[in-house]
């Protein structure tokens, strides 16, 4: 048996023994050369993609860490840029990993304040305002509310709107971002996270008092009366030219009375007539025997909005009070002209387990030159 080195075989080649190598030929070296070169290039492309997705990985979390500080900073258009880079990648092959804090929900809500300062700047201030309320409270805790609460300043400065006052949509966007503005003002100084976040706290949103009566004025015509109230009592407390704060005092004593019989006050019936001269102001003289604060609130031709000191050495009554005034509290007098009063007396302080004083009202018919006193104590069941 013969074995030749090539194929086909050779006629003429010398037969060889059994045991006897293969001698080299110009073929097998060539092979040879091939698979060293094919090894090589292998090598290389692990090489090539070993190192690049390392240092795409790198890059990325580079990125990441870079857009997150800019978040915490309060920077949204920084942090987007850097999320965006490391979306994109330094290799198609890249890690599409999320980064180990930050990622989508900063995002999220960078582009959603992106979207309320777009539509503020439309015009659609109402739709934006109400946007701001509900951030605040759905990110409660986020640096965030740092390009938030900045916003809400510039929007509360907005000359535009002022202009639009006291149109209901102009009035709901102010509403929104004062209380938008106070919400945040809160957070800021009771949140530990956000206390701990590297920015400054910025004033909070004021309006004068003259544009708060006015969007008062709207809301208590379109029924909403707690919003009025609460733009009265707020104009009220910027202490306002005379003729603003007749209006807010008004405004406050007419919303309070809707409200108390609304929540169904008790009945207050007019108060003891001591004496009289037939003619003058009358003088109502109220007397505090209970351990609460009292807000007293008379709605007519002279309103009275006013509080009366709680009494330190009072104390409440369990299920029956006592039978004539203990005449031990502090008290207020207050002249006002004749007339019919609609009149509401509130504890500002809350009962046992946080239960809210039943308040009460009543009409009151005052005599011209009499004098009326009554008191009033807490009673417990």
Known sequence: ??????????????????????????????????WLLSLTVVAALVAVFVGGWVYDYSARTDAFERAHAAFQRGDCPTALANYAQADRGKVPWGSKAEPSVGGTPEIDQCHELKRLADAWDAGNYAVAAKGYSSFAKDYADSAALIPLWALVQKSAGSKDLLSKVPSATACSALESVSSTSATLAAAFTTST????????????????????????????????????????????????????????ISGKA?????????????????PQRLSGTGSGPAVVVIRNDSPNELALTMSGAKPVV?????????????????????????????????????????????GAGGRRVTPFAGSWDLSKGSRYESCFFIVTQ
């Open 1 to 34: 048996m013969t074995t030749g080195t090539g194929y086909p075989p050779d006629p003429n080649a010398a037969p060889l023994a059994w045991g006897q190598p293969l001698p080299k030929t110009p073929g097998s070296k060539r092979r040879r050369r091939v």
């Open 193 to 248: 996270e956000l206390k701990s976040l590297p920015t400054q706290r910025v004033a909070r949103a004021r309006y004068n008092p003259a544009t708060l009566v006015s969007c008062a004025a709207t809301f208590e015509k379109k029924g909403q009366t707690a919003k009025a109230a609460g733009f009265y009592s707020t104009a009220m407390t910027l202490k306002p030219a005379k003729a603003v704060l007749s209006k807010a």
């Open 254 to 270: 007419r919303t309070t009375v809707k409200l108390a019989k609304a929540a169904n006050a008790g009945s207050l019936p007019t």
């Open 306 to 350: 006013t509080t009366i000191k709680a009494c330190t050495s009072c104390h409440k009554y369990s299920n029956v009070g006592p039978l004539t005034c203990p005449d031990t509290g502090p008290q207020q007098s207050f002249r006002v002209p004749a007339g019919t009063y609609s009149v509401v007396v509130e504890s500002k302080s809350t």
